[in-house]
C-alpha cells in the first residue's frame, strides 16, 4: 500500500529538548516536505526537498531543520523547541502536482 | 493578499443537500488545481485534480476552474454525512499553494 509514514504520532515535550519528527514513503518519490497546520492559517510548508541531499526552505524554516539522506525519509529536527512550534504536522511526499501526507504529529511544546 | 483563499466556514448542511465551496487565487500562473479532503485527527488526501479551466466529474463530486476569474469550486450533490471533513483546495505551478481550508458538516 502507497503511504507516508510519520512517527510520533503524538508528543509532548519541554522548551529546549531536541526532538526529531521522522516520516517515511514507499512511493519512490522524489519530492517530499514538511508542512505546519494551525488553525485559520491553513497549511504552510516549512522545509522541502526535490531529491537526496537536496533541500530548501519553505515559508516558515525558522527553528526548524531537515535532511535527506536517503529518497524515502526526511526526518523533521526541533534543535530548541519553543513554545510557538506547538502545532499539527505533515509530511508529504509529491509526484507532480499531487501531494500525498502522512498522518500527522501532533506536537505540544511546553 | 493571500495567493489562496478559501472561506473557512463551517458550513453546516442537511443530508442530500448540494455543497458549494469556493476557492479564489492570485497568480495567474498556477497550473495545477486540487481539492483535498481531510478528515478529523487525519491527514489531507486528494479528492479531485485538475490541469485545465473547465469541470470534471467523479461520482458526487464535481470540480469547476475558471482560469479567467481565477475561481475554483468543489460541488457535492446529494451531501452524505461521511462528506463531513475539512476540504482545502490547492494549485500549483511549481510548488503546491493551500487554501486555509472549509469545514463542512452534513447533518443527517
Known amino acids: 500500500e502507497a503511504q507516508v509514514t510519520q512517527n510520533p504520532r503524538y508528543l509532548i515535550t519541554v522548551t529546549g529538548k531536541k526532538l526529531t519528527v521522522t516520516c517515511s514513503q514507499n512511493m519512490n518519490h522524489e519530492y517530499m516536505s514538511w508542512y505546519r497546520q494551525d488553525p485559520g492559517l491553513g497549511l504552510r510548508q516549512i522545509y522541502y526537498?526535490?531529491?537526496?541531499?537536496?533541500?530548501d526552505k519553505g515559508d516558515v524554516p525558522e527553528g526548524y531543520k531537515v535532511s535527506r539522506k536517503e529518497k524515502r525519509n526526511f526526518p523533521l529536527i526541533l534543535e530548541s523547541p519553543s513554545p510557538n512550534q506547538t502545532s499539527l504536522y505533515f509530511c508529504a511526499s509529491r509526484q507532480g502536482a499531487r501531494a500525498f501526507f502522512g498522518q500527522g504529529t501532533r506536537l505540544t511544546v511546553v | 493578499q493571500k495567493e489562496v483563499e478559501q472561506d473557512p466556514g463551517p458550513l453546516s448542511v442537511p443530508e442530500g443537500a448540494i455543497v458549494s465551496l469556493n476557492c479564489t487565487y492570485s497568480n495567474s500562473a498556477f497550473q495545477y488545481f486540487m481539492w483535498y479532503r481531510q478528515y478529523s485527527r487525519k491527514g489531507p488526501e486528494l479528492l479531485m485534480y485538475t490541469y485545465s479551466s473547465g469541470n470534471k466529474e467523479d461520482g458526487r463530486f464535481t470540480a469547476q476552474v475558471d482560469k479567467s476569474s481565477k475561481y475554483i469550486s468543489l460541488f457535492i450533490r446529494d451531501s452524505q454525512p461521511s462528506d463531513s471533513a475539512t476540504y482545502l483546495c490547492?494549485?500549483?505551478?511549481?510548488?503546491?499553494?493551500f487554501g486555509p481550508g472549509t469545514s463542512l458538516s452534513v447533518i443527517p
Open positions: 526537498s526535490m531529491n537526496v541531499e537536496v533541500t
Open positions: 490547492a494549485t500549483s505551478y511549481d510548488k503546491v499553494i
